[in-house]
């Protein structure tokens, strides 16, 4: 796929199922704000850059340093809950928020993929691999060619 693939959507509530027990919390960008092309992509792991900003004219709960572009991973897969017929993008930002930002408007700028989605048979296998794939992430970022934090797509916010 072209990269870097850019998204953007209103975060949405999620089915809940415990990421923040696993110490990796995941936004939810709305299956809409998918592009088709999307779809065409392979379920798995990627990694990119997310910005996290208040919806137009609404003032933030959250800290500036919020608002700033941060590293992402993102999982990209099949909704269950649309029979498999729609993908479903949840983006973990390598950002400690002060608070929540559900309903509060996501980019993410998508710049490659680390490996495919994978059935755990145990939690800590999950919790090994989602930690490689952050050092992953942050290890392809810092390579000369990746510098998008300054891109255009999103916001100087302060
Ligand atoms: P859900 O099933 O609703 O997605 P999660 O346990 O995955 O629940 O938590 C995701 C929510 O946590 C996000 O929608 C966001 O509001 C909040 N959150 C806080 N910190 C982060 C972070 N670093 N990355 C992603 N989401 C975060
Ligand atoms: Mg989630």
Redesign the pocket.
């Known amino acids: 796929p072209p990269y870097p693939i850019l998204l953007e959507g209103v975060?949405?509530?999620?089915?809940?199922?415990?990421?923040?027990?696993l110490g990796?919390?995941?936004?939810?960008l709305p299956d809409e704000s998918l592009p088709d092309m999307v779809a065409a992509v392979k379920p798995g792991v990627y990694y990119g850059y997310a910005q996290v900003l208040p919806l137009e004219g609404q003032k933030s709960r959250l800290r500036p340093e919020d608002h700033q572009v941060w590293p992402?991973v993102m999982s990209l897969g099949w909704n269950p809950f649309y029979k498999n017929e729609r993908m479903t993008a949840?983006?973990?930002?390598?950002?400690?928020?002060s608070?929540?930002?559900?309903g509060?408007n996501m980019r993410a700028l998508v710049l490659g993929y680390i490996r495919p989605e994978l059935d755990y048979t145990s939690r800590e296998a999950l919790i090994e691999d989602i930690e490689i794939d952050k050092k992953v992430a942050l290890a392809s970022l810092v390579r000369p060619g990746y510098k998008y934090t300054s891109d255009p797509f999103f916001s100087n916010h302060d």
């Open positions: 975060v949405q509530h999620g089915f809940g199922r415990g990421s923040k027990d990796c919390p995941t936004a939810n992402m949840e983006i973990h930002i390598m950002h400690e928020f608070d929540d930002f559900y509060y």
